[in-house]
């Protein structure tokens, strides 16, 4: 069965949105970057501060702007906006193995040390100097990293994976065709023939009718050629292609529309409009159904959708319970509200 990533590590790509594109920046002499270290917190007698945060906040930096390591400003920006959410992260991560000490969750040497030659190649001593690791940190790291992987399968993964059912993905599928019904889309022109007092106006809407359903021109070809039908009396308008929704559609067009086939006319229809009495000849040029897609299109969408909704309030519920635990509020983070952890002079 599929592990998934520990979900609090952190999202450089969902910091990285905030930015846009930094490759746009002119590259110029720029005023210093200053990092104002203090303590953040002490989480069961461990000291977190902020150069730990920024060991984080670099390595990110540097693997999603690899070409913009020499821009403090772009930096900067990325510290500003990456700093409380890595912090709270570090706190996330020292909860799950305090948890994993309670609970007494074992990884053996052999597991990690299988692990360090998965990630760092069998060359491990090597490899590890290229990224100025001691055997002994990778080793702690990777130990720790495993724990919180598998803790939070245990308690947040595998509920979710739980939560989400084939009968709640048919659930999801139906109130998604309900928000998504489909839609019939008539695209039409509309040739309307009125006049006040004329006698013979149904006669020429006839004949317009007539010239409209036995010419084999186009159309558009035909427009001048109606409209040339107006007189002093008679008024005779070639209206813009309308495309409209079929729930936008009042129902008297409407009705006339779904019964024609496509590139058709319909016969003149009688309305009494204001004080003209008006003839109306519909030209449907297009009609198309959209239909929702298919459960089988949609299951495996709706399934990821499910899952990441899940997995996020299975994650908070268990944070919440964690911070709940181990005493952790607004007190146990000891900077003042207007602290400013950088600064760019």
């Not at 706190?91 to 040390?113: F, G, P, Y």
């Not at 489909?182 to 006839?206: D, G, P, Q, R, V």
């Not at 058709?264 to 929702?292: C, G, M, W």
Request: hydrophobic fraction near 35%.
């Amino acid at each position: 069965m599929k592990i998934y990533k520990t979900f609090f590590l952190i999202s450089t790509f969902s910091i990285s949105l905030l930015f846009g594109s930094y490759n746009s920046m002119p590259m110029q002499q720029e005023p210093n970057l200053n990092i104002n270290n203090t303590v953040l917190c002490v989480l069961n007698d461990k000291t977190i501060s902020l150069m730990d945060v920024v060991n984080n906040l670099e390595s990110s930096f540097k693997k999603a702007f690899p070409d913009l390591v020499n821009s403090n400003s772009a930096r900067y920006q990325f510290y500003s906006s990456g700093w409380q959410q890595i912090l709270n992260e570090i706190v996330n991560k020292e909860l799950i193995l305090q948890d994993a000490k309670s609970k007494e969750l074992k990884i053996t040497d052999l597991e990690v040390r299988e692990e360090i030659e998965k990630k760092y190649g069998p060359n491990v001593v090597s490899n590890l100097e290229k990224y100025n690791l001691t055997f002994e940190e990778a080793f702690a790291n990777a130990k720790d990293e495993m724990i919180s992987q598998r803790m939070m399968w245990y308690y947040v993964q595998s509920k979710a994976l739980l939560s989400v059912t084939p009968q709640v993905i048919r659930g999801a599928y139906r109130l998604y065709c309900e928000q998504n019904p489909k839609e019939e889309i008539y695209s039409y022109h509309m040739i309307t023939i009125k006049s006040k007092e004329s006698s013979n106006l149904k006669e020429i809407a006839n004949d317009i009718y007539t010239l409209l359903e036995t010419s084999k021109k186009d159309i558009s070809e035909l427009e001048d050629e109606i409209i040339n039908k107006k007189t002093n009396k008679i008024n005779v308008q070639f209206s813009k292609l309308y495309t409209v929704k079929d729930k936008d559609l009042v129902p008297f067009r409407k009705s006339i529309l779904s019964n024609l086939e496509k590139n058709s006319f319909s016969k003149p229809v009688f309305q009494a409009v204001n004080q003209d009495k008006t003839y109306r000849i519909f030209y449907l040029k297009n009609y198309e159904k959209k239909l929702p897609p298919t459960f089988n299109e949609m299951a495996s969408k709706l399934k990821d959708e499910l899952l990441a909704k899940s997995m996020q309030e299975e994650s908070d519920k268990y944070f919440k319970k964690l911070r709940k635990q181990y005493g952790i509020n607004d007190n146990t983070f000891l900077t003042s509200k207007d602290y400013q952890p950088f600064t760019f002079q």
